[in-house]
């Protein structure tokens, strides 16, 4: 097993005295080269445990360690080497004039010399295959290019940990295969652990584990498969589940023995397959 | 009311160097009650369309008619305020706009300056409130005290109130959690069918579409590239490929089934049951009965 990368110990936080927790007792653990995928519906606080891991919210109770350090105060700026994050808004991440300047904006941050920028620069812009665009302005990239060059950015000051807090939500169909594509590329190819936060089923099938919130709570942590194979709950906390699994369901009412969950198409068609030459 | 394009351009920033021609001799009718989809990829046109339905923008050659009311270059009607009374347009990102004390005034701002008058405004948002799944304990409320959700609400509870008779939904979803999606469209369907309502719904969602329009229009470079019913328009996958579209999933999956069992499932809208029964006929060997 590989360590620990961060660690949340009955994590309770809530946005004042007076107000509801918003996260109550969540506790769970990630490892190193992990893809942890969260997945929740809007308010059940997804979005918070991001913003606690990269100290932009401290929690009233309990304690958050990261890479051996416990997130305060004092070492947020530490946290935050190891900790990058992509947001929401692909027009609210863009600080430079152009593709280049913006990956460098980070690292002019924390001083990094300009030799070691350009190679940065070059490295990370192939990993999210944008290097055609260096000297392209922003405003003439689509969203999902957008949010390469915001996730190329985070890569270029070596996080351990990599957050896309629903990095696909405003995009188009095309924008976010292309990120999904982008973000497991990366995945295979650094060393890093990675947490995407979603309320889209079909993109955590990739993840390694997966945590489902509800009102603030952990409501299930498990593989993608077994995520998928409850249904009825699911629906219940306010998630969709994929058209594959209400065919699955389906095909099993009208007498086919399903073998196991499918997770995509081509599962489902082998496995309709295999019984058709049984038959 | 009907809404008819007749060899619609539109040129932004015409003479100059920047001219951009986002709309190309577009042409096309939809009959008044329709609920019709427009469909293309970023850049295809869709937002210029929408603002000519109520006269943001008129076209740079060629007209536009929606029922009476007819915008040319030359001619922009002259109750331009009648139309846009008449058209309700809920842009992108809706709850952006929200700009009021309450809830209840922001809603009243519409239909306020349409010159609604008080009593019929205080009428109209307690029949609209619950319509879009709020109660009226928010009347009082700033809408910035309000989850995305919900502010989304009362922007589109803003433009209901002005009673339009054609609602044009620009990515109305966009950004929700599924149940919000589901809600909010399955909201825009009902009252689409109570208020015989003409709709026209810009999505990238081909699931969308295909579930709630009766007829879709797909743009490309500023012109129509494919028009007619969902259910024939979406199972021609290479020329949807060639534009950058995908097929929805139920016809991916049954032209993926139709290439490993060398047996069709012709698509007709029929219900996942019915689809699962004639996946069974062919897996099971007795397609033919």
Known sequence: ?279 | MDITFKNVNYIYQQNSPFAHKAIDDLSFHIPSGSFVAIIGHTGSGKSTLIQHLNGLVVPSEGEVRVGDFLLTKDKKPKNMKELRSRIGVVFQYPEHQLFEETVEKDIAFGPTNFHVDAEEIKRRIHEIVPLVGLSSDFLKRSPFDLSGGQMRRVAIAGVLAVRPDVLVLDEPTAGLDPRGQKEIMHMFYSMHKQQNLTTILVTHSMEDALKYADHVIILNKGTKYMEGRPEEVFIQKEALHRVQLDVPEVIQFLDQFEKKFNQPIPFMRQSIVDIAKSIRNVVKGDASK
């Open chain 1, 1 to 279: 097993m590989s360590s620990k990368l961060v660690e949340f110990k009955d994590v309770s936080f809530r946005y004042g005295e007076e107000q509801p927790w918003v996260l109550k007792n969540c506790s769970f653990e990630i490892f190193e080269n992990e893809w942890l995928a969260i997945i929740g519906h809007n308010g059940s606080g997804k979005s918070t445990i991001a913003k606690l891991m990269n100290g932009l919210l401290f929690p009233q109770e309990g304690e958050i360690i990261i890479n051996g350090k416990q997130v305060n105060e004092a070492n947020i700026w530490d946290i935050r080497k190891d900790v990058g994050m992509v947001f929401q808004n692909p027009d609210n991440q863009f600080v430079g004039t152009t593709v280049q300047d913006d990956v460098a904006f980070g690292m002019e941050n924390r001083g990094i010399p300009r030799d070691e920028m350009i190679r940065r620069i070059d490295h990370t812009l192939a990993a999210v295959n944008m290097q055609d665009y260096r000297f392209t302005e922003p405003h003439r990239l689509s969203g999902g290019q957008k949010q390469r060059v915001a996730i190329a950015s985070v890569l270029a000051i070596f996080p351990q940990v990599l957050i896309l807090d629903e990095a696909t939500a405003m995009l188009d169909p095309k924008g976010r295969k292309e990120i999904m594509q982008t973000v497991s590329n990366v995945q295979t190819s650094q060393k890093l652990s990675l947490i995407t936060i979603t309320h889209d089923l079909q993109e955590v099938v990739q993840a390694d584990r997966v945590i489902v919130m509800n009102a603030g709570e952990i409501w299930e942590e498990a593989k993608p498969r077994d995520i998928f194979g409850k249904k009825d709950a699911l629906r219940k906390i306010g998630l969709d589940v994929p058209f594959i699994g209400i065919l699955a369901d389906e095909l099993k009412h009208a007498g086919i023995a399903i073998s196991h969950e499918p997770l995509n198409h081509e599962e489902l068609l082998e496995d309709l397959w295999t019984l058709h030459l049984k038959t």
